[in-house]
């Protein structure tokens, strides 16, 4: 959250023990006395010196941005198969002064899962990848998954019990629930049940002093802020018991594409006025980039696909779409009916429900050297406000640019804002999300990429939303502001700046959480 406060909890020792000659060997030496068997250090606990330490670092960083070597990297890394390995990591860490990062599926889009953007602090990861089982009971329509467990593995493990109980998490597969959940987490069946973390009905947390606790020793406030406050930010989260949501046996998906000559931007603008209207049941999306207009052809033209999944048959959703959004011309032949699981899979060009086990499968933003920003949209923009958008996309630049158009309304806008910390409901139409992607060999001169998304974002600002200009804080985006570690005069000052763009009214709540924890340990900072 600020970016990742859990870092400042630990760290109560950093200004006393940070002229330790040799924290490293300190740090070790505590692990082999507090972990339960000694002897599994070598294999659970990584230092720069082993020879698999780059592969292991590397195994779900999503964001390659941060995987070249000017990145900081961790003294070590930790890969726990028990919650006491995670105790022993903490209470060493915070005796040695070192900041601790904590790695689901590794996709922070700025990568402070598992790195820093910090060169001074040393820090250590505490990768869950070991820590992932998935519990589901179908009777009462429940489950525990651990966190560092992916999004497919949760939905393979629903899948596998029953094909009428389902979770509204996100759309790729290969995310870790831990992160996902932390921040929120919506998905194709948001509009109809809300979020992730909307849905989360209890939890076990590792605090700053080592305790395991759940919702009722933790207490209401601090179980409030775990569920859409931001990974990292109150203590680690070993495992989420989730409330389940019925689908029915049979859903229906559709993706169809249309470019501007064939009408796209009058089809983007109406969706505009309507998709947030739709029964909570249907989920339409847009993904939106350029294209070759034809094979034979240089010219550049934009493409829209329009994709959608609909808790229902066919039967009843082309005579919805006739009846709501006549100008698309969505027929039979468009749609395929599936179960909820496949449809998920679908989406991304799976077909066998075991690729949902599939942890580093390049799926939408993951694998790749990238760089995304976010708004919310409460007014439809004007077809002259698409038109002008278009162009940007014909340069060099944005060869491998995207748009992503998510509508929100129904059960969001049921929701209230201070429901969780995540406040984005009731007000947004919908949700866009840009993103430039690029390889290796233009990584050097990545510059020109921010500064085509910085062009783009700043083009936005009359279409989308102000005072403040909202964010969501699953998407991190260090450019709209973070605060400076070392400095705790003037920290609620900066912090606010950017923390009502991700949170709004409910960043003084977060704060006062926060501080509650950090008065009872960081003494130097008083």
């Given at each position: 959250m600020f970016p990742s406060l859990f870092v400042i909890l630990l760290s109560v020792s950093w200004k006393s023990s940070s002229t330790l000659a040799y924290p490293s060997e300190g740090f070790l030496h505590c692990l082999s006395i507090h972990f339960a068997n000694s002897t599994s250090i070598s294999k659970l606990v990584y230092t720069q010196r082993n020879s698999s330490f780059s592969s292991v670092l590397k195994s779900s960083a999503q964001n390659f941005r941060f995987t070249t070597p000017s990145t900081p990297t961790p003294l070590f890394i930790i890969t726990p198969l028990l919650p006491s390995h995670i105790q022993a990591a903490i209470y060493c860490s915070r005796i040695h002064g070192l900041h601790v990062r904590t790695r689901s599926g590794g996709h922070d889009f700025e990568g402070l899962s598992y790195t820093t953007a910090n060169y001074i602090v040393p820090f250590v990861v505490i990768d869950l990848v070991n820590l992932r089982s998935v519990q589901v009971d179908v009777e009462n329509a429940t489950a525990w998954v651990e966190s560092g467990a992916t999004i497919g593995e949760l939905y393979y493990g629903i899948a596998q019990k029953s094909r009428t109980l389902a979770f509204p998490a996100g759309l790729f597969y290969t995310v870790g629930v831990g992160g996902q959940f932390s921040g929120g987490g919506y998905g194709p069946l948001f509009r109809k049940y809300g979020l992730a973390a909307d849905n989360v009905i209890?939890?076990?947390?590792?605090?700053?002093?080592?305790?395991?606790?759940?919702?009722?020793?933790?207490?209401?406030?601090?179980?409030?802020?775990?569920?859409?406050?931001?990974?990292?930010?109150?203590?680690?989260?070993?495992?989420?018991?989730?409330?389940?949501?019925?689908?029915?046996?049979?859903?229906?998906?559709?993706?169809?594409?249309?470019?501007?000559?064939?009408?796209a931007t009058k089809l983007v603008h109406r969706w505009q006025s309507i998709a947030h209207k739709f029964p909570k049941e249907l989920l339409m999306s847009i993904f939106i980039s350029s294209v070759k207009s034809s094979e034979a052809d240089k010219k550049m033209t934009i493409k829209a696909n329009f994709s959608s999944m609909f808790l229902g048959s066919i039967d009843e959703l082309v005579p919805l779409m006739e009846e709501r959004f006549p100008e698309f011309g969505l027929v039979r032949d468009d749609c395929l009916e599936m179960s909820w699981a496949e449809a998920i899979l679908s989406t991304q060009g799976g077909v066998q429900l075991e690729t949902l086990l599939?942890?580093?499968?390049?799926?939408?933003?993951?694998?790749?050297?990238?760089?995304?920003?976010?708004?919310?949209?409460?007014?439809?923009?004007?077809?002259?406000?698409?038109?002008?958008l278009w162009p940007m996309f014909y340069e060099e630049e944005a060869k491998m640019a995207n748009v992503f158009l998510v509508a929100y309304g129904g059960k969001m806008d049921e929701i209230p804002e201070t429901e969780i910390p995540f406040p984005h409901r009731a007000g947004n139409i919908y949700s866009i999300i840009y993103v430039v992607d690029w390889d290796e060999k233009e990584n050097k001169n990545s510059q020109r990429f921010f500064n085509w998304i910085r062009r783009v974002y700043d083009y936005m600002t009359p279409y989308v939303s102000n005072s403040p200009r909202e964010a969501y804080v699953n998407y991190k985006d260090l450019q709209i502001g973070s605060n400076n570690m070392f400095s705790c005069k003037g920290s609620y000052a900066q912090a606010k700046i950017w923390g009502r763009k991700y949170f709004k009214n409910n960043f003084d709540r977060l704060w006062r959480r926060l501080w509650l924890i950090v008065s009872k340990i960081w003494t130097w900072c008083r």
């Open positions: 209890d939890a076990r947390l590792i605090d700053a002093k080592g305790r395991i606790l759940d919702r009722k020793s933790m207490g209401e406030d601090l179980f409030w802020a775990i569920r859409g406050g931001g990974g990292g930010s109150f203590g680690i989260v070993l495992a989420w018991k989730l409330k389940l949501v019925a689908v029915p046996a049979i859903v229906t998906v559709f993706t169809v594409s249309k470019t501007l000559e064939q009408n599939e942890r580093h499968q390049k799926t939408g933003v993951s694998k790749t050297f990238f760089k995304a920003k976010f708004d919310y949209v409460k007014q439809p923009i004007p077809e002259m406000g698409l038109e002008g």
